[in-house]
């Protein structure tokens, strides 16, 4: 098994709420994630290294869009991993 914990800080605790109320009900049974004040910690357990990064790249889109919807970043994810796919 293997396990990954995320872990975001928001500018405040309204804000962080307002992300975990966006993703938590993409990630019932996939994803565990609480909420901590300005923060939230994510954990991830899969029983291999392909199911982990669908996983976590499935949780970082749902990350992203529910900043965009609340206007906290704008324009186009950096392409961190150069490859032909928008991140």
Same mark, same amino acid.
């Given at each position: 098994?293997?396990?990954?914990?995320?872990?975001?800080?928001?500018?405040? *605790?309204?804000?962080?709420?307002?992300?975990?109320?966006? /993703? #938590?009900? +993409? @990630?019932? =049974?996939?994803?565990?994630? *609480?909420?901590?004040?300005?923060?939230?910690?994510?954990? /991830? #357990?899969? +029983? @291999?290294? =392909?199911?982990?990064?669908?996983t976590a790249d499935d949780?970082?889109?749902?990350?992203?869009?529910a900043e965009e919807a609340? =206007?906290?970043?704008?324009?186009?994810?950096?392409?961190?991993?150069?490859?032909?796919?928008?991140?």
């Amino acid at each position: 098994m293997i396990s990954l914990e995320i872990r975001i800080r928001y500018d405040d *605790e309204r804000t962080a709420k307002a992300i975990f109320d966006s /993703i #938590s009900p +993409d @990630n019932e =049974g996939y994803v565990s994630t *609480e909420l901590l004040g300005d923060q939230l910690l994510m954990r /991830i #357990s899969a +029983d @291999n290294a =392909g199911t982990m990064r669908n996983t976590a790249d499935d949780l970082m889109a749902c990350i992203k869009a529910a900043e965009e919807a609340s =206007g906290l970043v704008s324009g186009p994810a950096p392409d961190l991993d150069r490859d032909p796919f928008p991140e």
